[in-house]
């Protein structure tokens, strides 16, 4: 039995959803977007977000769990969405930790220890955080990052230059650590 209820204000948050979805899609420039504009999205409708996670489940046939009745509700797509742009954002938040690294890296001049702690160092985000970035997302043919965003119809599409120092650093790590010492 569910007791979760539909929120008295329901009607006005829908409008609002299907608002920020049309914000959102006017955000796109020559099919691309860029993460500036969508952390200003994500920001503008936080509260939206929080609205719509509350109520995801509302009417399922589980208690508290999505089901196939809630998949596709308007709360459940934007609270979806939301939290996937976010991970965007929090991902492009290391690019210029990256540069950083990037730069470290070059000067390591085959000095295998300094390499070894490079790679140690940077362990997490090469082959734990960014290796869906690098195996899904970058499609280095057409030069573009695409996310998979899921319960959402359209592409998200970035151009791969604004994540230069991501792309850089992925190629730099992945070159290397999968057949390094460190993997062994």
């Not at 049309?22 to 420039?29: A, D, N, Q, R």
């Not at 954002?89 to 950083?100: A, P, Q, T």
């Not at 890296?105 to 702690?117: A, Y």
């Not at 970035?133 to 604004?162: C, G, R, S, T």
Request: charged share 25%; net charge negative.
């Amino acid at each position: 039995m569910n007791i979760a209820t539909v929120h008295p204000h329901r009607n006005l948050y829908l409008k609002e959803i299907e608002e920020a979805f049309e914000v959102l899609e006017g955000l796109k420039k020559k099919g691309f977007y860029d993460v500036p504009k969508i952390t200003w999205w994500i920001l503008k409708y936080e509260e939206l977000y929080h609205y719509s996670y509350n109520q995801r489940h509302v009417n399922s046939c589980y208690e508290g769990m999505g089901c196939c009745c809630t998949n596709k509700s308007p709360e459940m797509r934007f609270s979806s969405l939301y939290t996937s742009l976010e991970k965007i954002v929090d991902l492009y938040s290391h690019e210029r930790y990256f540069e950083g690294e990037i730069k470290a890296f070059e000067q390591l001049n085959d000095n295998h220890q300094s390499l070894m702690r490079w790679l140690k160092k940077n362990e997490y985000l090469g082959s734990e955080e960014f290796l869906l970035f690098w195996l899904e997302w970058l499609d280095e043919k057409k030069e573009v990052v695409n996310p998979y965003i899921m319960n959402w119809q359209d592409e998200f599409i970035f151009k791969a230059e604004d994540w230069k120092n991501t792309i850089s650093f992925c190629k730099a790590f992945n070159s290397i650590y999968w057949t390094s010492d460190i993997c062994a």
